[in-house]
């Protein structure tokens, strides 16, 4: 069920059904000052990068909220008339998806802007570009686990991890572009022995989202988990004491993916296909790559910007190590995706 998003200000949320989208649902998406905004991305706090891009240029931003895989059926269905001018979306394996559907257009105009996105973050025909990113990362228990057993993520499928180990399921297109970056690394054969090692790791039935699996282990269900950064970094900045003692429980690790580095990925955005109102997305394109774009990605959702340099007030991002990324562009890991399900199957990874 698409998930109607309401802000304040002046974000405006679009009236929609996923059963029958009609163009007319935008109602007057053609009219100057107006850009219309398809994303997954649920993190209500992103109400006030549009806001703050609105204040500055004067644009309306109208906001429709829903999973990728809705909203990349829907453009789908909507062919020519549909009414999206960006299309934002997390993990680059989704992004790969909504552009082998033919749902972005290259943006030239934004050349010299995305040179500030490192070349592995964007892709290779500047279809898309990350605008803030996320790394997979290991969570363990302070009291349980030393840092130094966890250097690279090929340490997670060893044997001493047998049940201790909590992950979401093979369905969750975070573990997907994971095994997907392995598969890059050191081809199939040793990512399927990896994926089959994590899958007898796993010391109970995969449920729930990154976070619940942090508590898993701050609850002693588990030792370790695989789960993105921001998840814990949340916790580590949240004013509640349950959540705040679960943050104190654990520590995080920054594997590296195969010595290769670690595997970052990206929230990304791009030019729709037929977008209505393509300067104004442009103008809204270009916005997420300002100081003050990349700065509120860091301090409201705790993603790292893609920008070098960017200062941001964020003091448990600020207090991570330094973290080498996996050179691998992202594109590949949507590339890789089909093979990395394939080999999910194989190994009973739920």
Not at 5 to 11: D, I, N, Q, R, W
Not at 254 to 273: C, D
Not at 287 to 303: H, M, P, W
Request: charged share 20%; proline share 5%.
């Amino acid at each position: 069920m698409l998930k109607r998003l309401f802000a304040a200000g002046a974000v405006a949320a679009l009236s929609l059904s996923a059963c029958a989208p009609e163009a007319a649902e935008v109602s007057s998406a053609a009219d100057a000052g107006e850009v219309n905004l398809f994303t997954a991305r649920h993190y209500a706090s992103d109400a006030a990068v549009y806001a703050a891009f609105t204040e500055e240029t004067g644009i309306r931003v109208n906001v429709l909220e829903a999973p990728a895989d809705q909203l990349i059926e829907r453009m789908r269905a909507e062919g020519a008339r549909s009414q999206a001018d960006v299309v934002i979306t997390v993990d680059a394996g989704r992004l790969w998806r909504a552009d082998q559907a033919g749902l972005f257009q290259p943006a030239p105009e934004l050349g010299d802007t995305l040179d500030a996105v490192p070349a592995n973050l964007r892709h290779p025909d500047g279809h898309w570009f990350g605008f803030a990113s996320r790394v997979r990362v290991v969570v363990f228990a302070r009291d349980r686990v030393d840092a130094s057993e966890i250097t690279d993520f090929l340490d997670v499928a060893d044997e001493r991890w047998r049940g201790r180990l909590c992950v979401r399921s093979s369905n969750n297109v975070y573990n997907q572009s994971l095994l997907a970056g392995l598969i890059d690394a050191v081809g199939p054969e040793q990512a399927e022995s990896w994926a089959a090692g994590i899958a007898a790791n796993i010391a109970r039935t995969p449920q729930g989202g990154d976070t619940d699996q942090i508590r898993a282990v701050a609850a002693g269900e588990c030792d370790i988990a695989i789960v993105n950064h921001y998840y814990l970094a949340r916790l580590q900045r949240t004013g509640d004491p349950a959540d705040r003692a679960v943050a104190e429980a654990v520590d995080i690790a920054f594997p590296s993916l195969a010595g290769r580095g670690a595997p970052f990925n990206i929230s990304g955005a791009g030019l729709a296909a037929n977008a209505p109102n393509r300067d104004n997305a442009l103008a809204f394109l270009a916005f997420l790559l300002t100081d003050q774009g990349q700065r509120q990605f860091a301090e409201l959702t705790n993603e790292f910007p893609v920008v070098a340099g960017v200062a941001y007030d964020n003091d448990v991002l600020a207090g991570y190590p330094q973290i080498t990324p996996d050179p691998v562009n992202v594109n590949r890991l949507g590339e890789n995706a089909t093979a990395a399900q394939r080999i999910f199957d194989r190994v009973g990874w739920p």
